[in-house]
C-alpha cells in the first residue's frame, strides 16, 4: 500500500483528482477489487474497510499530505469523493439555498403535496390503488400460508389462550422480494432487516420519483423524514432465537432506523425520526412534517408510515381487546360494527412549502392547510374516546387551515368500525363540521373497509385515499355499510355515509376534506386536505420546448441494473398502451428533466405513442430498432457542450465544444 505513497510524496501540493486517484488505488490493492468497479460515491464501507483499515488510511493519508488529519476522518467523509473533496480543501457548498440559513420563512402558508409512493393491499401504487378504491373492492383475505398456519392461531371463542378470533387480513404479495444492491445494501444486511425498513426505502424512492426529483440534486440538502412507525414483528423472530443474531440485527431491527436509513441512502441532512402513537402514527408524522417545513428546520420532506403482519401474536393481543372483528370486515358506521380487520402495507408523500413548489416547477396533487395532534388525555379506560377532545381537536385544526369547517365536503374518518368509538367520533365531526352547512351534509367514509386497519400506516392510507380522490374528483364508496349505527343520528348531525362512487360535490366552493387518525393511547391527529389551484409549472415548461420542437419525441429511460432496465421499458410500454390519450410530449418530458438519470440507458425516438411502444417491445425481445438506442454510462468520459441552432425545416447548425 505504501508503494504509491512515496510516488506520490514528491508532489508538493495534491488536488482533489490525484487524492482521488491515490484513494482508487488503495482499494484495489487492498480488497482486490478491479478498478472500473469501484464508484467513487459509494460508502467505503461497502468495499469492505473495517474500523483498523480507517485508521490506518488515515496514518498513510498524513504522510501524503503531511499535515496531522483525524483518525475518524473515514467515517466523516466515508466515500472516495466526498473525502477526496476535503483533502483537496475544495469542498464545494451543495444547494446552499435550502440549508437552515437560507430556508425562506414559510410560516403559516400552505404545504403542497408533490408526491406519493405507496403499496397497499391489492394495489402496488398510487394509481392501482385508486382503482382499488373507485371500484369498490375488498382486498381482505385470508393469512397466507407463508406467515403462519392459521388454523393453528384461531379459535372462535376469545376466552382461548394463545388464539385469535380471526384469520383475516388485508396482506401484501411478496414482501419477502428486495433488490438490496440498488440501495448500496449487501444481501446479508438485507436479509437482518425489518421487511418495513425494506419497503419504505422502496417507497421513498418512488415518492420522490412520482415527485420529480432527481436524486443527485438532493445530496446533502436540508430534506427532513418524519416516519410513522410502531410494531415490529420482525425482531421477535429474531431475537428469540439468539444463535442467529448478528452485526446486523440492531440497525435492521430498530424502530428509529426505519426513518434514519431513508436519510442516509439519500444523504438527506435535515431531522429524521421515526414517531410512534399507535395507530395515528403516520398522521402525527406527517403533522410534524408540515410543522418542520412550516418552520425552516426543513426545505422538502418526507412523510408516511408502514405496517406489516408477520405474527400472529398482535392479532391474539386484539382478540383478547375486543377489537378485532370475527367476520374480518371492517363494518364502519354500521348497526353490525364489531370491531377492525388488521391490515398492512405502507405510504409515503413528498411535502413542501407551496411558495418552494410552484418556484421548482413541482407536480402538486393537493395542499395541506393546516392540521392539528391532541391527546385525550384521561378517560373510562387507556383505549376509551373523549369526544370533548376531538371537538377541540377539529376546531384546532380547521382553525390553523383557515377554512370554516362547515365548507368541508369530505372526511375520512378513523372509522374502525366499533359501535362506541363510531359514535363518538361521527358526533365529534356533526358537532364541528356538521354546523352552519350551506350544501347539504358532509360525506364520510373509512378506507379500513377496503384493506384493513394498517395501524401505523392507517393515517396515511387515508390521506393518499383523500389526494386521489380530489386528483380525479371523485369520492370513492365506504364498503360493508348497509344499515346505520343506531348510535348515531346522521340527520341531525347533517353526516351521511359515501356509500356509491359519486362526483365531488360541485358549486360548494373549493374541494376541501379532512382526515382523522387516532391512537389507540389517546393521541388524536386530524389533517385538513384542499385541491390545488395552481397549474404545473412543469407542463408550462413542457409546452415551451415542445413548442419548437419537431413532431419526434425522445423517451429516455434508464435503471441501476439491465434487468431493472427490461421491467422499466416494460412498465412505459403498458402505460402508453392503456393511455393514448396523454400527450407523449408530456411523457419524453417528465422521463427527460424530471426523473433521476441511472447508469443503464435505452432511448426511444418516435412520433406517436405506437411507434414508441414498438421500439420499447424491440428492445424487449432483444431486437435492433431503428427507433432505439440503448447502452451504459461510459466512465470519466468527458462531456462536450452542444448548442444547436434550428433552420428551417428541420435543420440547422450544431456546433460543439469541450467543456
Known amino acids: 500500500m505504501l508503494n504509491h505513497l512515496f510516488l506520490l510524496l514528491n508532489d508538493e501540493v495534491l488536488n482533489t483528482k490525484e487524492i482521488q486517484d491515490w484513494l482508487i488505488t488503495q482499494i484495489v490493492e487492498l480488497y482486490h477489487i478491479a478498478p472500473d468497479k469501484i464508484d467513487i460515491h459509494d460508502p467505503l464501507a461497502n468495499y469492505g474497510l473495517t474500523s483498523r483499515d480507517a485508521v ?25 469523493s466526498l473525502l477526496s473533496h476535503y483533502l483537496g480543501e475544495q ?24 408526491g406519493i409512493g405507496c403499496r397497499f393491499p391489492g394495489a402496488k401504487d398510487p394509481e392501482s390503488f385508486w382503482q382499488l378504491l373507485r371500484n369498490g373492492t375488498d382486498a381482505i383475505s385470508e393469512v397466507p400460508g407463508d406467515r403462519w398456519e392459521k388454523q393453528a392461531f384461531y379459535h372462535p371463542d376469545t376466552a382461548v389462550p394463545g388464539k385469535a378470533i380471526s384469520y383475516w387480513g388485508g396482506f ?4 419477502d422480494q428486495f433488490d438490496p444492491f440498488f440501495f448500496g445494501i449487501s444481501p446479508m444486511e438485507a436479509k437482518y432487516m425489518d421487511p418495513q425498513q425494506r419497503l419504505l426505502l422502496e417507497l421513498s424512492y418512488e415518492a420522490l420519483d412520482d415527485a420529480g426529483q432527481i436524486q443527485a440534486d438532493l445530496t446533502g440538502i436540508k430534506t427532513g423524514v418524519f416516519i410513522g412507525i410502531s410494531i415490529n414483528e420482525y425482531s421477535q423472530l429474531q431475537f428469540d432465537d439468539p444463535s442467529i443474531i448478528n452485526s446486523h440485527s440492531g440497525t435492521g431491527n430498530a424502530l428509529s432506523i426505519a426513518a434514519n436509513r431513508i436519510s442516509y441512502f439519500f444523504d438527506f441532512h435535515g431531522p429524521s425520526m421515526a414517531i410512534d402513537t399507535a395507530c395515528s402514527s403516520s398522521l402525527a408524522a406527517v403533522h410534524l412534517a408540515c410543522q418542520s417545513l412550516r418552520s425552516g428546520e426543513c426545505g422538502m420532506a418526507l412523510a408516511g408510515g408502514v405496517n406489516m403482519i408477520l405474527s400472529p401474536a398482535h392479532s391474539i393481543a386484539f382478540s383478547k381487546a375486543g377489537v378485532l372483528a370475527a367476520d374480518g370486515r371492517c363494518k364502519a358506521f354500521d348497526a353490525r360494527a364489531n370491531g377492525y380487520v388488521r391490515g ?32 385525550d388525555g384521561r378517560t373510562n379506560g387507556l383505549m376509551a374516546p373523549n369526544l370533548d377532545a376531538q371537538e377541540v381537536l377539529l376546531r384546532e385544526a380547521y382553525h390553523n387551515a383557515g377554512i370554516l369547517p362547515g365548507s368541508v365536503q369530505y372526511v375520512e374518518t378513523h372509522g ?20 352552519n352547512r350551506a350544501f347539504g351534509p358532509c360525506a364520510i367514509g373509512s378506507v379500513k373497509t377496503n384493506i384493513g386497519h394498517l395501524e401505523a400506516a392507517a393515517g396515511i392510507a387515508g390521506l393518499i385515499k383523500v389526494i386521489m380522490s380530489l386528483k380525479h374528483r371523485t369520492i370513492s364508496p365506504s364498503l360493508h355499510y348497509k344499515s346505520p349505527n343506531p348510535h348515531i343520528p346522521f340527520d341531525e348531525l347533517h353526516l351521511r355515509v359515501q356509500t356509491e ?31 390545488s389551484d395552481h397549474h404545473k409549472q412543469g407542463e408550462e415548461d413542457s409546452e415551451q420546448l415542445q413548442s419548437t420542437a419537431s413532431n419526434s419525441h425522445l423517451l429516455p429511460l434508464s435503471a441501476m441494473n439491465f434487468e431493472s432496465l427490461q421491467s422499466l421499458a416494460g412498465t412505459f410500454q403498458e402505460f402508453l398502451t392503456a393511455n393514448p390519450s396523454i400527450e407523449i410530449k408530456d411523457i419524453c418530458f417528465a422521463a427527460g428533466l424530471r426523473r433521476s438519470q441511472n447508469d443503464y440507458r435505452v432511448a426511444a425516438i ?46 440547422g447548425l450544431v456546433w460543439a465544444a469541450n467543456c
Open 501 to 531: 362512487l359519486t362526483p365531488w360535490p360541485s358549486g360548494c366552493g373549493p374541494a376541501v376534506a379532512g382526515v382523522s387518525s387516532f391512537g389507540f393511547g389517546g393521541t388524536i391527529v386530524h389533517v385538513v386536505v384542499r385541491e
Open 56 to 80: 490506518s488510511l488515515s496514518g498513510d493519508l498524513e504522510e501524503l499530505l503531511g499535515r496531522r488529519l483525524s483518525p475518524t476522518l473515514v467515517y466523516e467523509y466515508p466515500s472516495i
Open 606 to 651: 418516435g412520433h406517436s405513442s405506437i411507434e414508441l411502444c414498438t421500439s420499447l417491445a424491440a428492445f424487449l425481445r432483444g431486437e435492433q430498432d431503428a427507433g432505439l438506442f440503448h447502452g451504459g454510462v461510459v466512465p470519466d468520459r468527458k462531456l462536450r457542450l452542444v448548442f444547436v441552432f434550428p433552420g428551417q425545416g428541420g435543420h
Open 91 to 114: 469542498t464545494e457548498k451543495k444547494t446552499s439555498s435550502l440549508h437552515a440559513n437560507s430556508i425562506p420563512d414559510s410560516s403559516g402558508e400552505p404545504i403542497a403535496i408533490i
Open 344 to 375: 398492512e402495507g405502507g405510504g409515503v408523500i413528498v411535502l413542501k412549502p407551496l411558495s418552494s413548489a410552484l418556484t421548482d416547477g413541482d407536480p402538486i396533487y393537493a395542499l395541506i392547510p393546516g392540521s392539528a395532534i391532541g391527546q
Open 172 to 175: 401484501l404479495e411478496n414482501i
Open 416 to 435: 374502525t368500525g366499533t359501535l362506541l368509538g363510531d359514535s363518538m367520533e361521527a358526533k365529534a365531526l356533526g358537532a364541528v363540521i356538521g354546523e
